[in-house]
């Protein structure tokens, strides 16, 4: 079977709604999900981010909820948008970059709306990922790290 790396970041809405349609490739194709931070891209390239811009924020905002909507797929933004997803990303590194795990997390922020940098939320998105004990860690190692214990 083929495999197709599948890179994303927490804080789009697009590889949230991206994450709902992998499950079409069962069978066909192996995803490897790779979390990259956006922002660092972005940076690299001297851009902003769509959510940064007023025009491209209000498209982007419609044109999510249109395809959602049009998909049957729960949608709710959270409550900050654009948010930090490195706190999201380093969890979804430490657990192995899991698909459950990644769809445990984008449901979290972008189909219930919540918010992962809220220590309450946290606390509550640890539980789901039954990480609670790991998500001390995770704040305090670099990537880098975890991705080697990852392996």
Known sequence: ????????????????????????????????????????????????????????????YRQVQWVADRNGIPFRFPPQHPFKPVRALRAAVALGSSLDAIHTIFRFVWGEGRDPNDPAEWAELARRLDARGEYPRIDSLPVGAMRKEAS
């Open 1 to 60: 079977m083929k495999r197709a790396d599948w890179y994303f970041d927490f804080i789009s809405p697009f590889a949230y709604l991206q994450s709902e349609a992998l499950h079409r490739f069962d069978g066909r194709l192996n995803i490897r999900p790779v979390p990259v931070l956006f922002a660092g891209l972005l940076k690299h390239w001297g851009q902003k981010g769509p959510a940064e811009m007023a025009s491209k924020r209000r498209f982007t």
